[in-house]
């Protein structure tokens, strides 16, 4: 049986160790956004011995890469995007740094979900396709590194009761493997 949480960014481990694979959290305060491109500067940042462009201990990053915002809007279309692509560099940012969740959509890797163990990290899946809506729970945005980037540019986000579901937790459970084990018809 799922459970509905109300946490605010950034988190503790106090946060993410209640939380288990199908539960609904509607997340506020401070996010960041980075999609692969970002994540590598950030792990070349870490290789150099350089400081990030912003702490990354208890933060949460979202996967996302959003348009432009229409007059008066913080942020435009801001739906979540392909988490894979970040598998090679999450675990450092999780293990090393402290990072305690991520937003997107898809699997993830065994890498992603044993740091997600280790470190007491969650990730999170946000509605695909459903960007505009997301959009209406971000209520400022920020670019804060990589402005170069264009919509890959790393943002701060303030969001207000953001809509996402469990899918990795910290015992190593995966909402994917557990939804197709309830629904799958053995042969």
């Known amino acids: 049986m799922s459970k509905t949480y109300h946490l605010t960014a950034p988190l503790s481990d ?50 996302v890469g959003p348009t432009p915002p229409k007059p008066g809007d913080p942020i435009g279309s801001a739906g979540p995007t392909t988490s894979y692509r970040m598998d090679s560099y999450s675990p450092r940012l999780i293990n090393e740094m402290g990072q305690k969740g991520m937003i997107g959509k898809g699997k993830r890797n065994q890498e992603v979900i044993d740091a997600c163990v280790k470190s007491k990290a969650i990730y999170f899946g ?51 493997k557990i939804g197709r084990a309830k629904y799958e018809i053995a042969d």
């Open 14 to 63: 106090e946060d993410t160790i209640q939380l288990k694979a199908g539960d609904i959290v509607y997340l506020s305060g401070i996010i960041y956004t980075a999609r692969d491109t970002a994540h590598k500067k950030l792990i070349d940042l870490m290789d150099e011995g350089k400081e990030l462009p912003f702490d990354v201990k208890g933060s949460v990053i979202y996967f």
């Open 126 to 176: 946000a509605t695909g396709g459903a960007g505009a809506l997301l959009a209406r729970q971000i209520k400022s945005a920020e670019v804060i590194a990589y402005p170069e980037l264009g919509p890959e540019a790393i943002r701060r986000l303030e969001v207000v009761d953001f809509p996402l579901t469990v899918v990795n937790d910290t015992y190593g459970d995966d909402l994917y």
